[in-house]
């Protein structure tokens, strides 16, 4: 172990992102996802599933898979393009510090953020979810980055990004340019299930596709570069509506109650017990459980004004609508940012490369992930205080 530990520092290492890949596509037999690239990093190395970070949305996750903290902690709480909104240490900045080459390739928030190479996730006006590439490619760095990546891949040229964007950035980088950490990011997958429905056989093509395409970097990559595949939250579908303020309303019962973070919460006792009721009859009002507020305290300090959080039942969100049915029908498309302890509702992580031993490591936090990465590749994350799992997974 001593000896790995001087060489951690040569170690290459690539992060692909598969944004809204729930962990169920790859562990539920019934899915029948065809990923043999993705199971054999799966068979060959380490994996998990991973309770997510509040709120359980694109760009705080992935900011609190590079810095190892919470969003509230790291300052990504929503979409934001520039790096200059951390406000603690990401893996880039650490891998910089050490002497290495490093690109990010359409992950979230790293406009400016200092690396050898980047094409930010970045755009002016969406066309539904997708994505121009021609912003991207001019907020790209260095400049003619994106002609460069076009006159290997002649088909990267086109109208929207896409995974094989990704893709073709990442196998640009491996042909030559010969970086030491690649963070990649390829968003298809939830992009499809919020236009379909959770889980979706369209979802499942898309990852299928997404499989093929990290088999060809595969191929790439210089011998004994660590591999990991991470994704960013679970999904479900929004098959029923929750206005707890209407519940409320009509059951008489008067005070403040808001939704947050996928939570229905209140700072009024008597509301608390209201709730209570309405959660003891059932499906009937689509609140399964209570959450205990030591735990929303210590994953969204901001909401610790409450005295009580409920959590919906399983393809029921919570809004703060206060007009319309009590429950009723939702829009019956794939939707994340529910509370990252909801039941089922869970990401992927996995580890592969040489030195990694094949274990199965159950649930994991998302915390976890950055500080596990950062002893892999012989960086530290001061802010990052979640247990590494490296030592868990080296041979």
Known sequence: MAAFAGAASHRKLL??????????FLNDPAL????????????????????????SETWPAHASIVTGVSPWQNGIVANDFSASAFKTETLWDAAGKA????????????????????FPEYWQAHKGNAVPLDPIEQKATPAGLGARVAKMFPGFEKELW???????????LY????PDVVFLHMAEADAEQHETTALSIYAREILENDDDLIGQMLKKLAPGTLVAVVSDHGFENDN???????????AGIKGHVEVADGLIGTSDNAV????????????????AREVKMTEVKARAPMLGRWVAAFDTMPDCMASDEDRGPGIGAGTHNGVHGFWPTRPGYRSVFI???????????????????APTLAEAIGVKLPAAKSQSLWKSVFR
Do not use: C, H
């Not at 992060?15 to 169920?24: F, H, N, T």
């Not at 490093?102 to 980047?118: C, E, K, L």
């Not at 029923?240 to 009509?250: A, E, F, H, N, Y």
């Open 32 to 55: 029948r996802v065809k990923a043999p690239n993705l199971r054999k990093l799966m068979k060959d190395g380490a994996s998990a599933t991973v309770v997510g970070v509040a709120p």
């Open 99 to 118: 002497g290495m080459k490093v690109a990010t390739v359409y992950w979230p928030s790293t406009i400016g953020a200092g690396v050898a190479y980047d």
């Open 162 to 172: 896409d995974d094989s964007s990704s893709a073709d950035a990442g196998l640009f």
């Open 272 to 287: 608390a017990e209201g709730l209570r009721r309405l959660m003891a009859q059932g499906r009937k009002y689509g609140i």
């Open 15 to 24: 992060v692909i992102s598969i944004d809204g890949m729930d962990a169920r």
């Open 175 to 178: 042909s030559g340019e010969n």
């Open 351 to 369: 580890l592969a490369g040489e030195g990694v031993r094949p274990v199965k490591l159950g649930e994991i936090d998302m915390l976890q992930i």
């Open 240 to 250: 029923r509506t929750v206005r707890p303020k209407v519940l409320l309303r009509q």
